[in-house]
């Protein structure tokens, strides 16, 4: 905890099995192959995501994610410049923190709100807490109930601020993945505004349209559900592998097109990310497009960019922080996170975050993760140059970035503590 500060009082519960916390243990997706795929040569189609079976699926993820000394991954459209991609990304320290705090149940997501004056962070002990995102602050702790009287509330493990452009009737509202329910929570008065109940699922991801209109979530189920906000009814269900082309393992990251906001993507644990056109009745047979190479593990795994490209996070230790051309199929850059040219331990990322247009972070892209003895958040420019590190003591689970136009502040939150940085980029 940094001096000065003091933080809230969040007692330590035990992490849930499959939990996007469950850091030092190997990744839970079996990669093994039973038999030889067939036809898997040099130019080995990256479209077919969850068409392949699970040995061309392990197939793939060894040719392109191997280890040192096979082939590299996909050809890049845009690769990083020498200079930028053989820089030293360690001594960059363009940031100051202004305050931080231990959380002994884990900071799984954390958010800021549209006027970056509130920052809030999801834990695993069923707590939502709200800071002040100046000082830190501790506004307010949330504690929500358990399915039953006398329950151990479920582990919080996403939440999203309900974007404001349309002057909803209620401000300051969150949207709160927990066990098999989104929750509505109004983060000024504490207030439970409502439920909705998502039976056999476990709820990984929730994430506004651009317009607040619409809520996707995603999670254990491997479908993907669009949500009209007011009415908290399912407009669409989109495909998963039992009934189409869609996921065949869990997901746990979703991002709108800011640009076109009937498009969304989700990727998760079966390596694969999925861009779905929700005008289309289609939708609820298969994706619009189906690229394989991305394995994420968190909320913050996937955003799409003010071009339509999506930067990716992957829970792996070659190429952890891409950016695709989902409409092209194609893999644009891989960038840096971590140099071993610099003597630096490979890090696998779970949160990678692009700053806004229009806002202060408008230059910024942020990447966090970790390895078995280097844990850390890294800010870049958008061209892949490294400008600061934050060590962490645990992974990095999550970050955001200021959305307003003045700020220009980066939440970082771990396993372990929350920190607020004040960038000079």
Not at 67 to 79: A, V
Not at 151 to 157: G, L, V
Not at 162 to 178: H, L, Q, S
Request: aromatic share 6%.
């Amino acid at each position: 905890m940094l001096a000065g500060t003091k933080g809230p009082n969040l007692a330590m519960t035990p992490a849930r099995a499959g939990s996007v916390a469950d850091s030092d243990a190997e990744s839970p997706m079996d990669r093994s192959a039973t038999s030889s795929p067939t036809n898997l040569g040099k130019k080995a189609p990256l479209m077919l995501g969850s068409m392949l079976s699970p040995a061309e699926r392990a197939a793939l993820q060894e040719r392109y994610y191997g280890e040192p000394g096979m082939d590299d991954g996909p050809p890049e459209l845009k690769p990083l410049s020498s200079s930028i991609a053989n820089a030293d990304p360690a001594k960059g320290k363009l940031y100051r923190a202004t305050w931080g705090f231990r959380i002994p149940s884990g900071a799984l997501s954390g958010v800021m709100s549209w006027d970056d004056r509130v920052a809030a962070v999801a834990s695993r002990d069923g707590t939502v807490t709200t800071f002040a995102a100046d000082k830190g602050n501790v506004i307010r702790t949330i504690r929500l109930p358990g399915a039953n009287k006398g329950d151990e509330p479920p582990a919080c493990t996403c939440l999203r601020f309900r974007p404001e452009v349309n002057n909803p009737p209620t401000k300051n509202v969150v949207a709160v993945g927990r066990a098999n329910k989104v929750t509505y929570v109004h983060t000024t008065t504490g207030r439970v505004l409502t439920d909705i109940a998502e039976v056999d699922n476990s709820v990984l991801a929730v994430e506004f349209d651009p317009t607040g209109s619409k809520l996707a979530t995603a999670g254990t189920d491997r479908t993907v559900r669009v949500y009209d906000d007011a009415r908290r009814t399912v407009e669409t269900e989109l495909a998963n592998s039992d009934n189409g082309k869609g996921h065949s393992n869990n997901v746990f990251a979703l991002s709108w097109d800011p640009r076109n906001p009937a498009l969304v993507v989700s990727a998760g644990w079966d390596n694969t990310m999925l861009l779905w056109d929700i005008r289309t009745p289609a939708a609820r047979n298969g994706p619009v497009q189906n690229m394989f190479g991305v394995y994420c593990c968190g909320p913050d795994g996937v955003q799409f960019t003010e071009q339509s490209t999506v930067l990716a996070a992957s829970w792996r230790k070659h190429h952890p922080l891409q950016v695709w051309d989902l409409r092209k199929g194609q893999l644009v850059t891989n960038f840096v996170l971590t140099s071993s040219k610099h003597g630096e331990e490979s890090v696998k990322a779970y949160a990678a975050r692009w700053g806004q247009p229009g806002s202060g972070c408008a230059k910024v892209m942020a990447a966090g993760g970790g390895g078995e003895d280097l844990r850390l958040a890294r800010i870049f420019h958008k061209d892949g140059f490294c400008h600061g590190t934050f060590p962490t003591m645990s992974p990095v689970l999550s970050i955001a970035l200021s959305k307003g136009p003045t700020g220009k502040r980066m939440l970082v939150c771990s396993d372990a503590e929350v920190a607020m940085l004040e960038l000079d980029i």
